[in-house]
């Protein structure tokens, strides 16, 4: 029995009404970003969640601050924080197909809260919060002291955090329960390339005369169209065919005006995780390079584009980048959007990369090899380095024993493609509150947060803070 467990079990027994009650005073708040005003940076909606939770900490019992409307931080002991934990208070948007409840109006049906921020990220700073102040209704005294720092700006950039740390110290312990546990002490980096070619408009057929797809950089594109003139419909469905059977996407062909009209059809994933999805774009490239088409300007980008970037090659082979580590596993390449036209092709690449990636084995080699297909990276082209934490520290191993001892889960350190809100902060990793095999609808509609599950994470998070911060 660690010290203070057993005050912390029965401190949270009956503590469920109170919890959903904050919840929904947060989830209430449309907090979408929107235009800056003064003390709003992030807009009128961020703004004022801030102000509800800065007013549910001094409710609570700790010492709340408005950072000029760029984060909010509620206080428990005396002087620099040794311990941050770090969320955020802005949603993505409400969106459609919402059943149980509406996005704005917390509900809770069979065991779960629903509502928009829920699970990203209201619930869980409530769940840090209310943590905050067992520990200091329990009378822990604290030899160090602890921070919580509700940010405003995650789903847009962390602008917030870049600001706050500008101006204010690292502690030596962060964590973030924006993600899920066990605990993510890797992050994989980020390559996000821009490149395009241009050239003098030609009239040879056959040739793509138009090609788009795709809409952000970081989900595979689950559509693309091109429009080919000189072929015919039945040319042009022979290839979709060998395409849709190589591929696995659903290819299609109709006459428009100018030529016929290829589209595909593939399956979003996210980009960190591209072997989940179906690439639109690269089925689509696999149907165009079986097309005779002329040797113009158009045709060697598409096979340019086609050979660099096969349907299936998440690794980046083609490219000549594929490498992996045994802490943060395989890179990942993701032909996210291309837009090509009679003068031009512009596209963008979403590579994540593991931690022995550098300029000279990924960037240079990834420059070279678009270079002979006569593209070039035009934006964009900085690497951001991944970010990893040892998972034998002292911090990590606290966090996972407190974990597997509330939840009786196996602790464990994982490694993610995606980047998390601790990604630039030194010694920062992901811990809850998701719990594995639950599926909280994250950013979609009915978006959802399990009670159980989130009165363990403030059981977790107050072991935590006793087991760092508690004079010993």
């Known amino acids: 029995m660690k010290p203070y467990q057993k005050e912390i079990e029965a ?8 919890l959903v009650e904050a919840i929904s005073r947060l989830v209430a708040i449309p907090s979408v ?6 003390g709003a940076p992030f807009g009128p909606g961020p703004a004022a969640a801030l102000e509800e939770a800065l007013k549910l900490a001094e409710e609570w019992g700790l010492t709340a601050h408005n950072h000029q409307g760029y984060v909010g931080t509620a ?24 059943t149980v409840t509406q996005p704005y109006q917390a509900k809770v049906v069979d065991g779960c809260i ?3 921020g829920t699970d990203d990220d209201k619930g869980p700073v409530v769940c840090a919060m209310l943590a905050m102040r067992a520990v200091k209704d329990l009378g822990v005294p604290l030899e160090r002291s602890v921070r919580l720092i509700m940010g405003t700006d995650e789903e847009s950039g962390s602008a917030d955090i870049a600001w706050y740390f500008q101006r204010n110290p690292y502690a030596p312990c962060t964590f973030t329960p924006d993600s899920g546990f066990p605990v993510i002490n890797t992050e994989k980096g980020r390559y996000h390339p821009q490149l395009g070619g241009s050239w003098e408009k030609s009239d040879a057929l056959p040739r793509v005369t138009s090609l788009k797809g795709g809409f952000r950089v970081n989900v595979v594109p689950p559509e693309a169209a091109a429009v080919v003139a000189g072929v015919g419909e039945e040319e042009a469905q022979a290839a979709c065919r060998a395409a849709a059977q190589a591929t696995g996407a659903a290819l299609t062909v109709r006459t428009v005006e100018g030529g016929v009209e290829i589209a595909a059809q593939g399956k979003n994933a996210h980009a960190s995780t591209p072997e989940e999805g179906v690439n639109a774009i690269t089925a689509l490239l696999a149907a165009l390079k079986e097309l005779p ?39 990942t390449v993701n032909l996210a959007i291309v837009e090509l036209g009679d003068t031009g092709v512009t596209a963008h690449v979403d590579c994540r990369v593991p931690l022995c990636a ?8 990834f420059e070279a090899a678009l270079a002979k297909a006569g593209l070039a990276v035009t934006g964009e082209g900085k690497m951001v380095p991944g970010h990893h934490v040892p998972g034998d ?31 630039n902060i030194p010694g920062g990793v992901a811990f809850g509150c998701g719990m594995p095999g639950f599926d909280t609808h994250l950013h979609g509609p009915d978006e959802r947060a399990r009670l159980s599950d989130m009165l363990t994470s403030c059981k977790i998070f107050a072991q935590v803070i006793v087991d760092l911060c508690a004079a010993q």
């Open 75 to 98: 206080d428990l002991g005396e002087g620099e924080a040794f311990l941050h934990i770090l969320g955020h208070l802005d949603v993505v948007g409400p969106g459609s197909g919402w």
């Open 293 to 331: 088409l002329a040797p113009c300007p158009s045709t060697h980008a598409v096979k340019g584009l086609a050979a660099l970037f096969p349907h299936g090659d998440w690794a980046g082979k083609a490219l000549g980048v594929a490498q992996e580590d045994a802490i943060s596993g395989p890179l």
């Open 393 to 423: 520290s002292h911090f990590v191993s606290t966090l996972l024993e407190d974990y597997t001892l509330y939840s009786g889960n196996k602790g464990e350190c994982l490694s993610t493609g995606g980047g998390t809100y601790v990604h």
């Open 114 to 116: 629903y509502g928009r």
């Open 33 to 38: 970003k929107g235009d800056s005003a003064p």
């Open 358 to 365: 550098n300029e000279d084995n990924c960037t240079r080699v």
């Open 11 to 18: 401190y949270f027994d009956a503590r469920q009404e109170e």
